[in-house]
């Protein structure tokens, strides 16, 4: 992220966890080939009053992923330098290092509960659509990406408003999901090649947020 977004976070002691169809990648929460079969011939099934919703598998689909949000994180024991440079985008970037079990506990639902039907944090399988089989809980798509994108190793943390019930495509971009930040956050790093300045300036922002954190910078940069 870059400077203004962690101060943000600081700020707000939240997370931004963005609704699945504002991501640029258009294939966030597809179904894979078999299931989307079955929820055709599903649907081509039915009989509807004039008052559903929900008509189609593709009505079903558009429903889900206007109810998705997900946080990304990337998962690793050591820095990644693709990382830094696609998602830092400068050499004025931040990263901060957590973990699933500190997510889990540092993050509050309470102020988004009447939209959350359900939450859960999980890795991403990296699978071809063709090479996923069975009928797959709902959940399932917004964990799969296609292989290409193996490289991020990513973790995400997923909320889904969806409501069999009453379904609604009338949904926010996103939600600031509070968490307590001196429970999430294990280290903040600045970029590897990151100006002196900018390590100074991020420590000073941490300290005025009260946070016992020590700035560290990133060790895999270009410079020598």
């Known amino acids: 992220m870059d400077f203004s977004k962690f101060v943000s976070?600081?700020?707000?002691?939240?997370?931004?966890?963005?609704r699945s169809d504002t991501f640029k990648d258009k294939h966030e929460g597809k179904f894979h080939s078999e299931m989307e079969e079955s929820l055709l011939k599903f649907y081509e099934s039915q009989e509807y009053d004039s008052n559903a919703k929900i008509r189609t598998a593709d009505d079903f689909q558009m429903y889900l992923i206007k109810n998705a949000f997900i946080n990304c994180w990337h998962e690793n024991l050591d820095e990644n330098m693709v990382m830094w440079e696609i998602y830092g985008r400068s050499e004025c970037s931040i990263a901060i290092k957590t973990s699933v079990g500190k997510l889990t506990n540092s993050v509050d639902v309470s102020s988004i509960k009447e939209h959350c039907a359900d939450i859960c944090i999980g890795r991403v399988n990296y699978i071809k659509s063709e090479e996923v089989s069975g009928e797959l809980n709902y959940v399932f798509p917004f964990f799969r990406k296609r292989p290409h994108f193996a490289f991020e190793k990513e973790v995400r943390l997923f909320i889904s408003s969806y409501s069999p019930n009453n379904p609604s495509l009338d949904?926010?971009?996103?939600?600031?999901?509070?968490?307590?930040?001196?429970?999430?956050?294990?280290?903040?790093?600045?970029?590897p090649d990151a100006p002196s300045w900018l390590h100074d300036a991020v420590q000073?922002?941490?300290?005025?947020?009260?946070?016992?954190?020590?700035?560290?910078?990133?060790?895999?940069?270009?410079?020598?």
């Open 171 to 191: 949904r926010v971009s996103g939600y600031n999901l509070p968490v307590n930040l001196p429970d999430m956050i294990e280290n903040v790093f600045v970029h």
């Open 204 to 224: 000073a922002v941490v300290d005025r947020f009260e946070l016992q954190v020590t700035v560290e910078k990133g060790t895999c940069g270009n410079q020598f």
């Open 9 to 18: 976070l600081l700020n707000s002691s939240s997370l931004w966890i963005a």
